[in-house]
Structures are given as C-alpha cells and as structure tokens.
C-alpha cells in the first residue's frame, strides 16, 4: 500500500504589530547596531541616535524624548549641544551683564577647561568624565580650590542651559574638599611697626594701609579710589564700582582724613587718591612685602587687613549691619567668615567672666573619712 504523500502546510510569515500612533519608533541604520528613535513633533519628524546598542535602553530613550514632546519641554538643539556652546553662552551673559569676573571665567574656560570638555555634547556629559578632568588637573597640581572654580563655571552654565529648557537635567558635579579660609589678621602691637614702615615705603602705601586697616576695604576698591568720592567737608568717602554693585558711603576717621588730604594735594576730581611718582598703583605687593617683613609681620596680605577692619569693629561693639555696611560685606555668612576670634577675644573673655564672679565666695570642706585623693569628694558652697 503506498504510503500518502505528507503535506506540509507554508508557515504564514509574522507581521510585525505596529506601533500605536504618536509613540515614535525605533529602527537601525544599514551596517549599525546603534538604536536611533523616530517621533514626530509639532508636524514635523525628528531623528536622533540614542547612542546605545541595548534595545531596552533604547525604549527608555524613546520613552523620555515622548515625555518631552508631551510636556513641551522637548527641544531639537538639545541632543546635538555642546558644553562648549553652554559655556560660550554663560561667558556672553557675563559680558551683558558686565560681570566683574568675566575675564577670569574666560581664563579657566580657554585654558583648562575648552580643550578637556568644550567637544563634549551637553547630554554625555557625565560625573565619571568630570571626575576623569578633576584627576588630570589634579596631577598638574592645580589646588582644590582652583578645580572647584573651574567645575563651577560649567555647572553654573548647565543650571542656566535647563532654566532656558535646552536641558532636563544637570549631572552631578563631584567637587572636592576646600582647606579653610584664611585667618591672618594684624594683632594691636603690631599696628605702629606696620604703620612705620608703610610710610617709609612711601605715604600712598601709609594711606592705603590706614584706609584698609579702618574700613577693611578690597584691593581693588583702594586702587580704583579717585579723589572726586571724597568729600573733604562732610568727611566721606563714597564708593560706587564695588565687587557686588552696590556703593556705599563712610565717615572718614580722623587719621584717615589727614592722610587723603595729603594724598589729593594739587590732584582734579578725575585722578586717583593713590598714585607713586604721578603714576596709578598697578602693582603694590613687592613694597607691601617689604614692609610687613621690617615690622615683623611675615606672609600677612594687604587682604587680612579686610578681616582685621572686620575684627575691630565687632570688638568696639559696632553692630554687624553697620559693620557690613562699612566693610562691603553683602551676606551674613561671609561678614561672618572674616569675623575672627582670636586668643586674646577668649582671654578677654574670661576676665570678663571672673569679673561677674566678684562677690562670690567659695567654701572647701574637708575630706571626709581619708578617702584617697582620687575619690576625695569635694563640697562647694557658694553665696552670693
């Protein structure tokens, strides 16, 4: 009997589900394994690489870009930004804002950080590629501090970047631990030795020391003083182009206006209070190093003057307002950080407090059954 021929039945082929309207699509260019995703926003189609081969990852990308589009937060340029485009644009705000430390940004952005990270797209940057730069500046031997400077020029121009909505997330930037700020400061026995040999220096420094030891004013506040801000008859000093652009008006001391007056003989209103032989003062630090080290005053900075002046007025009870009023001092908390207590603050401290104990008496009993002295109890009995 011959067997019946078997019949195989074609397998029909799988057509693949189609993806729902308005959830975009995934697809793969000729000869890539890279998942790029399709969508389509305001009647127009978009087409970016995710970058990853994982399909699951790839869905989650998709996902987000969907949820952009939803909320209208989506934005073309943000997946093809760079962190040098970030930065430039930061440093252009700068400029039109008139930002005082727009040229030091511009220094840290050409040197260090343009060649590091300005090819990086904005969204690739990572905490495991900042911390990669940290590292290199790291062994070039920058300080934390400078590092720090460095990551916070291009944080700060990532917060601004999302405020604008070019990007959904700022990536955590790994700063690195700071020492502590300075506490040098000029002690009172030191103050007539200094004076001394900041006159021997020459009587711009001699009144560039006064000024900053009374009213513990920035360098470049000194520098830039022009003798129309003083007013001689109703002893002031008004300062106008200040670091946090807000001026400030001050009573000069007795000293202080001596010293000015000596300082803006035969000068117009449009010429500077400190001059050297005609000339403004540019650079100050080689004959301020000469006099600190004749008073005996070494590795003080004209800048600890600021946290002396700080000092001084906490000490002669002037009110923290008012003390930062004088000082330029814009927060509490920084006024705070140039506020030092010394040693002698403690001692003084501590007369104060045996000062109140004056009329109290103090009465020792005698040790009781012959305890040793390590378990001596001891009674006082104090009365007012």
Not at 25 to 45: D, E, T
Not at 330 to 356: G, H, N, P, Q, W
Request: charged share 30%.
């Amino acid at each position: 009997m011959a067997k019946e021929p078997i019949v195989t039945m074609a397998k029909e082929p799988k057509v693949k589900a189609k993806r729902p309207r308005g959830t975009g699509s995934l697809y793969r260019q000729p000869g890539s394994k890279i998942w790029w995703v399709q969508f389509h926003h305001n009647g127009q189609r978009y087409r970016e690489s995710t970058g990853t081969e994982n399909h699951r990852k790839a869905e989650c990308y998709l996902r987000d870009k969907l949820a952009e589009v939803s909320l209208g937060t989506y934005s073309p340029r943000a997946s093809r930004v760079t962190v040098a485009e970030l930065v430039e644009a930061k440093l252009t705000a700068d400029r039109n804002n008139a930002r005082k430390d727009v040229k030091t940004s511009e220094g840290r952005w050409n040197l260090h950080l343009k060649d590091a990270l300005g090819h990086v797209k904005a969204r690739d940057l990572s905490s495991a590629l900042l911390g990669k730069y940290v590292e290199r500046r790291l062994a070039e031997g920058a300080p934390n501090g400078t590092v720090n400077r460095e990551l916070s020029l291009v944080r700060a121009s990532f917060h601004a970047a999302r405020r604008q909505g070019l990007l959904r997330a700022v990536p955590f930037f790994p700063m690195l631990n700071e020492p502590p700020a300075r506490h040098g400061f000029l002690r009172d026995d030191q103050y007539e030795a200094l004076a001394k040999a900041c006159a021997a220096e020459g009587l711009w420094l001699r009144s560039m020391f006064e000024v900053a030891h009374a009213f513990g004013w920035r360098r470049a506040e000194l520098k830039s003083l022009k003798v129309g801000q003083l007013d001689f008859p109703a002893k002031t000093i008004r300062l106008y182009d200040t670091k946090n652009a807000s001026g400030r008006v001050v009573v000069m001391t007795q000293k202080v206006e001596e010293l000015l007056a000596a300082c803006c003989e035969g000068k117009g209103p449009d010429d500077f209070v400190f001059t050297r032989d005609g000339k403004p003062i540019v650079e100050y630090r080689k004959a301020w190093e000469r006099a600190r080290d004749a008073a005996g005053c070494p590795g003080l900075l004209l800048h600890d003057l600021r946290r002396t002046a700080v000092r001084n007025l906490r000490r002669i009870g002037v009110s923290e307002s008012v003390a930062m009023k004088i000082s330029g001092h814009k927060t509490a908390s920084m006024f705070k950080r140039y506020d030092i207590v010394s040693e002698d603050d403690i001692r003084d401290a501590s007369a104060r407090l045996d000062k109140k104990q004056i009329g109290h008496s103090s009465a020792i009993t005698n040790p009781q059954g012959g305890l040793s002295k390590e378990s001596i109890k001891v009674e006082v009995v104090s009365a007012q």
